[in-house]
T-cell receptor, first 114, second 112 residues
Framework: EAGVTQFPSHSVIEKGQTVTLRCDPI?????LYWYRRVMGKEIKFLLH????????ESGMPNNRFLAERTGGTYSTLKVQPAELEDSGVYFC????????????FGSGTRLTVV | QKEVEQDPGPLSVPEGAIVSLNCTYS??????FMWYRQYSRKGPELLMY????GNKEDGRFTAQVDKSSKYISLFIRDSQPSDSATYLC????????????FGTGTRLTIIP
């Protein structure tokens, strides 16, 4: 079974530019989550999709962040315009039952805004 | 105050030692408790999952939950160099809200 795939693995962009992160969940997993780890801080929840619908987006920091999940398959997270404080590692996870026990995380996208 | 507190370490112990990792939490709504292991440049990998007070054992790993004290622990017996990683505690509330709240993680090094 293929795992959760994220790309790019690393992105360096200038402040004010736009970046789009992509996540391909495990096939058949209805639940897809985005988390972020900022340097020196804990991993924090951003949002949760069930199929193509946003179940919980309470962790999204502001309206510069836009997440989509086309047709309930892969998901994208766009940051526009990027700010310095957006730097960090963005993790995607997927699950079947949505109870945390079945989470599989991707390796993350390391975003550096300069 | 953070909802979940975890000593970031780093923690270094000799091979074969027993390792104790701990987290405290303040939110009484947390009912599901997890421990994740994260190797460098990788995503978190679930090690242990429990939802009741008491101990749960899986091989060399034992997870302990004390809800009355809001305190969870992970014990690693006969530690191996391959156990060197960052260990993250995570929690979620009952009632269908599946988002996880993480501790900052403890960086562990097992010295051969």
């Amino acid at each position: 079974e293929a795992g959760v795939t994220q790309f790019p693995s690393h992105s360096v962009i200038e402040k004010g530019q736009t970046v789009t992160l992509r996540c391909d969940p495990i096939s058949g997993h209805d639940n897809l989550y985005w988390y972020r780890r900022v340097m020196g801080k804990e991993i924090k929840f951003l949002l949760h999709f069930v199929k193509e619908s946003k179940q919980d987006e309470s962790g999204m920091p502001n309206n510069r962040f836009l997440a989509e999940r086309t047709g309930g398959t892969y998901s994208t997270l766009k940051v526009q315009p990027a700010e310095l404080e957006d730097s960090g590692v963005y993790f995607c996870a997927s699950s079947n039952n949505g109870q945390g026990e079945g989470y599989t995380f991707g390796s993350g996208t390391r975003l550096t805004v300069v | 105050q953070k909802e979940v507190e975890q000593d970031p370490g780093p923690l270094s112990v000799p091979e074969g030692a027993i390792v104790s990792l701990n987290c405290t939490y303040s939110n009484s709504a947390f009912q599901y408790f997890m421990w994740y292991r994260q190797y460098s440049r990788k995503g978190p990998e679930l090690l242990m999952y429990t939802y009741s007070s008491g101990n749960k054992e899986d091989g060399r790993f034992t997870a302990q939950v004390d809800k009355s004290s809001k305190y969870i622990s992970l014990f690693i017996r006969d530690s191996q160099p391959s156990d060197s990683a960052t260990y993250l505690c995570a929690m979620s509330a009952i009632g269908g809200n599946e988002k996880l709240t993480f501790g900052t993680g403890t960086r562990l090094t097992i010295i051969p």
